[in-house]
């Protein structure tokens, strides 16, 4: 989500913030190994690379790995993937219940 700040009746548009995996992993108690692992999975996206190559995550990831990690609870990972996969085929951002369907 990209904000704006207004200067002299202009209107300029602030960039996201992107996040490497190092700052992913000191918010968050996920591993560098696990968000790794979720990101080939595609549990996880990245919004961009650096030149260097390093994966850059935006701040949308934090909701994502959230609700992972409250799905983790009672789900597999097959199983996250799946409820994960549908709600993005639907375009929807509700929650799921714990039994995989939209609330």
């Known amino acids: 989500m990209a904000l704006q700040?207004?200067?002299?009746?202009?209107?300029l548009p602030i960039p996201a913030k992107l996040h490497r995996?190092?700052?992913l992993v000191s918010y968050t108690p996920f591993s560098r190994q696990t968000i790794h692992n979720y990101t080939i999975m595609g549990l996880i996206r990245e919004?961009?690379?650096t030149p260097g190559g390093h994966r850059l995550y935006d701040?949308?990831?934090?909701?994502?790995?959230?609700?992972?990690l409250?799905?983790?609870?009672t789900k597999t990972l097959s199983q996250?993937?799946?409820?994960?996969?549908k709600k993005e085929s639907h375009g929807t951002?509700?929650?799921a219940s714990d039994d995989g369907t939209a609330r």
């Open 5 to 11: 700040l207004r200067l002299d009746n202009e209107m």
């Open 21 to 23: 995996i190092g700052e």
């Open 47 to 49: 919004a961009a690379w």
């Open 59 to 68: 701040e949308s990831v934090f909701e994502r790995l959230s609700e992972i």
């Open 70 to 73: 409250r799905l983790r609870k």
């Open 80 to 85: 996250i993937r799946e409820i994960l996969g």
């Open 93 to 95: 951002q509700s929650p």
